[in-house]
């Protein structure tokens, strides 16, 4: 049974009453699976209007209590992972074991934040004079106005759920209306786990449409997007002309460097599984191979065998290792990038095109001797398509990581424990993983720098965007 989709606000689920609907698809079959409401402009007064109302309660409330929910959430989570996952991978269309990983690893989110939202402190500023007392107290911030992808629908959005609320925040989320089930269920989650009605809502509509809505409100005062760069340009503009907070989770375009010295083998074999994680439709996706010239032919050879070696289909077969894109957009906008690297003279190995049948199938795909001006080393690709080059020297390579305007994740290769802090340090990136994949740990920060966004998710760092800081100086 896939998902009741509705809108939440208020404390409840709402659907039907003559609201406008969007079809829902499997991106496996391109078979309609349910109908999705759309707020209207009554439901984003109303769920603006409970926000406000409950913020002026939940931000009194007790961390403990706040903390107690959270956990409820991460145990309800884990409990219903199997069903929720089944249903992300009808509307999203990825394997069924990586939807319930996604579920699983968000349990450990909430978790996160129920412990962290325990430890908000503030400070006593020693003063100049003796009767003298200087607090600085950190206040939630207020209602907060979030806007999810498809991706990982169930991850984006808990961990700005779970943020918000923990730091005394409420909550007006839209999800992604292409992949709604995951934000649905995260609702049930909260509402099942006894979290009070107003604080948190979440409505649907066309993406513009709400955002300005939101954004616009003088009862919102934060927002927090994951999507692409030039939207969240869009929206932090808009953010800034009202003076409001934003959190920024933007695209990436993450450099790849093997060294010579690396285990060449090993790290073809694993990166062939990062890169096709969720057909590549992961922000921190390895998307530029730089391999130094002795280690190239060996991790070419190697990747290519890795690649082959993926059973793509519907993510509900256990058989599948990678699933459609998750819209049909996705795959022109994919024929493209391979179309361009024909042309400026790189070779496509494997793949390279549409898969027959029905469904948003693109094969795994890997391109070499990708000159760096083609538009797959320049453009975010947000697919299943590898492109790799060569490199001679440490500087070369390290110039050509950074010349992109995107700063999210950097991987790096190599045995060199040397080269492993040189690299670490040399590139510009929020996140630098060597040797292995170390992203996205919910103790962990997670953002981007330069056009990939602004804040962070995760780590201790993660209540930071949902709170003022205020100085109290009391003379006695
Ligand atoms: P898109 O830019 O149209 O949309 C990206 C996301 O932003 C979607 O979830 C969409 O619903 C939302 N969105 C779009 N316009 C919006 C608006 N005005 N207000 C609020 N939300 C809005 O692109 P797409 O075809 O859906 O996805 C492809 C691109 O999106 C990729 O190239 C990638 O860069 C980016 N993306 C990034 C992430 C991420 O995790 N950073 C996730 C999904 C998509």
New binding site residues.
Partial sequence: MYETLALYIDGQFLSGDGRREQDVWDPATGQTIAKLPHASRADLDHALASAQKAFQSWKHSSPMDRSKILRKVAELARERAKEIGHNITLDQGKPLAEAIAEVVSCADHADWHAEECRRIYGRVVPARLPNVRQTVVREPIGVVAA??????PFN?AIRKICAAIGAGCTIII?G???SPSAVVAIARLFHDAGLPPGILNLVWGV??????YLIKSPIVRKIS????????K??AALASAHMKRSTM????HSPVIVFDDADVERAAEMLVGFKFRNAG????SPTRFYVQEKAYDKFVAKFIEATRAITVGHGLEPATKMGPL??E??VP?MESFVEDARAVGANVQVGGGRMSGAGNFFAPTVVTEVPDHARLMT????GPIAPITRFSTFDEVVARANSLPYG?ASFAFTTSAKTSQAIGMALEAGMVSINHWGLALPELPFGGIKD??IGSEGGTETFDGYLNTKLISEMH
Avoid: I, M, Y
């Fill in positions: 806007f999810t992808p498809w991706n990982f984006q839209k992604p209306e292409d993406p513009a449409e709400v955002s300005e997007f994951t999507g692409s760069v030039p939207v969240g869009q929206l989770e933007l695209g990436g439709q992961v922000c921190v998750a819209h957009r996705r906008a453009l975010e690709p947000f999210l990939s966004g």
